[in-house]
């Protein structure tokens, strides 16, 4: 199995910037797309971005210009910097992995959700 530890959440004024992390670790064969979503209170989870593991990135209109998704493959880790931080920022943000396992009949498909890190931006 593929375990994920996210990290870097926390509180911030508007304006003002975080970096999550999100490190798999397990049985990995390989790491297809590896992304970001997000869920603010009474909404539904929705996709921030995502990057291939050939590096081609993809944004939710509202987060360009101001996310940057990027990962290191030697590492199995993904990061989003979020600058100019916005008061509807405001959400637990998920990190999410699609990609292939080991096991005993081979490699299988296998898609995880992180645990979510909370990210409050205050007005």
């Known amino acids: 199995q593929v375990q994920l530890v996210e990290s870097g959440g926390g509180l911030v004024q508007a304006g003002g910037s975080l970096r999550l992390s999100c490190a798999a670790s397990?049985?990995?064969?390989?790491?297809?797309?590896m992304g970001w979503y997000r869920q603010a209170p009474g909404k539904q989870r929705e996709l921030v971005a995502d990057?291939?593991?050939?590096?081609?990135?993809n944004y939710a209109d509202s987060e360009k210009g101001r996310f940057t998704i990027s990962r290191d493959n030697a590492k199995d880790t993904v990061y989003l910097q979020m600058n100019s931080l916005k008061p509807e920022d405001t959400a637990v943000y998920y990190c999410?992995?699609?990609?292939?396992?080991?096991?005993?009949?081979?490699?299988?498909?296998?898609?995880?959700w992180g645990q979510g890190t909370l990210v409050t931006v205050s007005s």
């Open positions: 999410n992995v699609k990609g292939l396992v080991r096991t005993d009949i081979g490699p299988r498909y296998l898609e995880v």
């Open positions: 397990g049985s990995i064969f390989r790491l297809n797309t």
């Open positions: 990057i291939t593991d050939g590096g081609s990135a």
